[in-house]
């Protein structure tokens, strides 16, 4: 197991800036997204080759890479259309790879019979394209994949390269119990996003609902040697350098 | 015994394309342009319906004579002169037309754009791009100045591969990059029926305006490497690495 940095804590901060502040912070892994935050690799001031240099000037690596929702729709006109929302992911992974990784990051589409069928089928083609990738499925409130039963029906359909992204955060949102979720698919957990929340709301790590050190003694037993990463979002505490650190030391104190 | 000469490659690698003559011959044109014209919505004897008519692309993609035209002719083995023998994947060029406008009032175009780049009624998917080596335009009936030739701004590939050295593929939208680079005077293409255009696949480009009285009945297509896939983000500081026939 090792501690990964998340740009959930710095999203408007440039790449550059974000690897600096996950040094100064302690961490030697990040994972990154496409979407959603200012260090992304597709930003347009940057170029896979400059994203690689700042990974080695900074001395971090880069761990996986979050790419977008495997929908199995066009979303600029919401048809159904999983060849084109595959050529989308293709790419995305073509660009991990281009970042020297072999596991990436992905969620399904809506809660719809169609976008079960469709995410198991993209995933399928996906597996088959990139017989030397895993994919880590990821759980979200409202999301194909929220919970236990909705990895129950999709990963016994999928290869073994089909990993568990467990979402904390995102498991005590949907009220689902994450000891349940980790218990049942402890040997195919790929990465874990850790957040720690009161209800809905996340706070610093140690004061919610997550059950830390319960998970981390299950994620010992099955031999999880993956990412711990360390998410604070919605932080809104003035010294984010502060919060990571505290995060990081608090996870540390566990795992010693 | 090699298509193109050394002045050839360095006149593709300074402008970032060559245009050669005659290179695709007479019957196999006159075939593709027949395949073509079984298409048109307008009558071949008489160009005055040729006007505004279409369409731009019509669908002979199965027809053998549409394949021929790139792969029975040298044009194959040119762009395989430029990149590397063995290392294109097998494609070939398909029609798009440009069709008389009637108008009189020509100008060269001010704007182009890079291939590749989605639009949302092109085909290619929204934040991703198309990448090839080598674009081909094929002339299979002459197309005269003014007659909505293929039009390319020399020495922009050179900026683009540059400019994506700091910056995301992603970066402009619908490949329109006419703002960004220093645009030199475009140059029509022209040429009798045969004529080939080769040009980097990140040379910015567009079609001519059409105020002349035949139909541009061009063959375009784009030849992407075999390993496109694993490459096509790279930018190595010599932008010719991919290419092994260029010194």
Known sequence: MHLTFSPTLCPDLRLK???????????????????????????????????????????????????????????????????????????????????????????????????????????????????????????????????LDDYRAVLPNVGDRVRVLLDTGHLLT??????????????????????????????????????????????????????????????????????????????????? | MPHLTAEDKAFFKKNGYLVKESLVPADICKAAADAVWSKLDCDRSDPSTYVNAGPAFPSVRDDPATRRVTLDSPVFECAEELVGKGKLRENFAGPHLRFPTGESDWSLPNHGHLDGYYTPTNGVPEGTVGIFSVGLSIYVEEVKPRGGGFTVWPGTHIQATDYFKTHSLLSFKGGNASDTFDMPEAVEVTGPAGSVCFWHGQLMHTGGKHCGDAIRMAFIGRLSRKDSNDIFLETPDDMWTYWDGID
């Not at chain 1, 001395?59 to 729709?73: E, F, K, M, P």
């Not at chain 1, 609902?209 to 990412?227: A, R």
């Not at chain 1, 360390?230 to 995060?247: R, S």
């Open chain 1, 174 to 256: 949907a009220g689902e119990d994450v000891m349940k979720v980790a218990d049942a698919f402890a040997g195919r957990i790929g990465v874990v996003h850790l957040r720690d929340q009161k209800g809905e709301t996340p706070v610093p790590f140690g004061e919610g609902d997550l059950p830390f050190k319960d998970l981390f003694d299950l994620l010992k037993e099955s031999g999880f040697d993956g990412s711990l990463v360390v998410e604070l979002e919605q932080v809104t505490w003035a010294e984010p350098l502060e919060a990571a650190k505290a995060a990081r030391g608090f996870v540390e104190g566990l795992l010693a």
């Open chain 1, 17 to 147: 800036e974000t690897l600096d502040l996950a040094s100064q912070a302690g961490f030697d892994r990040i994972e990154l997204f496409r979407t959603w935050s200012e260090s992304s690799p597709v930003h347009n001031d940057i170029s896979p080759r400059m994203a690689r240099d700042q990974f080695d000037q900074a001395g971090i690596v880069l761990t996986s890479l979050n790419i977008r929702n495997l929908t199995g729709r066009k979303r600029d006109s919401d048809e159904r259309k999983l060849d084109y929302n595959i050529r989308q992911l293709e790419w995305d992974i073509r660009l991990a790879r281009t970042l020297r990784l072999r596991q990436v990051n992905l969620k399904g589409g809506e809660r719809t019979d169609e976008a079960a069928e469709d995410l198991v089928e993209g995933l399928k083609n996906l597996l088959e394209t990139f017989p030397d990738m895993t994919f880590n499925l990821g759980n979200h409130l409202g999301n194909r994949v929220q919970g």
